[in-house]
């Protein structure tokens, strides 16, 4: 059974890997035998995680998925360091509560950037390596794409969101 699932010889990167479930789907990809990217703003947790799997086939990168720049730097290593790519798992996000009244246009950007715009330009700028190795790209939203939560509308929206936009991208790649 363990054959008919092994991810051996593929190469897969995970947002948000740092801890949490970001962590936990790296080290179940990194058990099935691929080869990890994880990524994480959270430089000393991402070490931490990344270390304790305690393989060549794990590597790490911080990045600041809310800036275009480190995300293009990002692919950047990653087309240096691999000939291809197979797993993109965007799960990378964050939750800043406040009520809707005063919500801030900060924390909304801030919001939408890294679990929307992130996971979109990340997509859009390794599509192509994906393609070649017949690949996949797996979005993580929550059940706020689906219902309101109360005092969070830039995670809610930014959820539902992701959605729509995984199955647009579905239909045009």
Do not use: C
Not at 42 to 56: D, F, I, M, P, V
Not at 80 to 104: C, F, M, Q
């Amino acid at each position: 059974m363990r054959n008919q699932f092994s991810l051996k010889n593929k190469v897969a990167v995970v947002t948000g890997a740092g801890r949490g479930n970001g962590f936990a789907i790296a080290k179940a990809l990194f058990n099935a035998g691929a080869t990890i990217y994880m990524t994480d703003l959270l430089k000393e947790e991402l070490r931490a995680s990344a270390q304790s799997l305690g393989q060549k086939r794990v590597k790490w990168i911080v990045a600041d998925l809310s800036n275009n720049r480190q995300i293009q730097k990002l692919v950047r290593a990653l087309e240096k360091k691999e000939r291809h790519i197979d797993i993109l798992v965007n799960n990378a996000g964050i939750s800043l509560s406040e009520p809707s009244e005063i919500y801030g246009e900060e924390n909304w950007d801030k919001t939408l950037s890294v679990n929307l715009k992130a996971p979109f330009l990340l997509s859009q700028a390794i599509v192509r390596r994906l393609m070649k190795a017949d690949g996949s790209i797996i979005n993580i939203t929550s059940i706020g794409a689906e219902q309101g939560f109360s005092n969070n509308p830039a995670y809610v929206a930014s959820k539902g969101g992701l959605k729509q936009l995984t199955k647009a991208l579905a239909k045009d790649w």
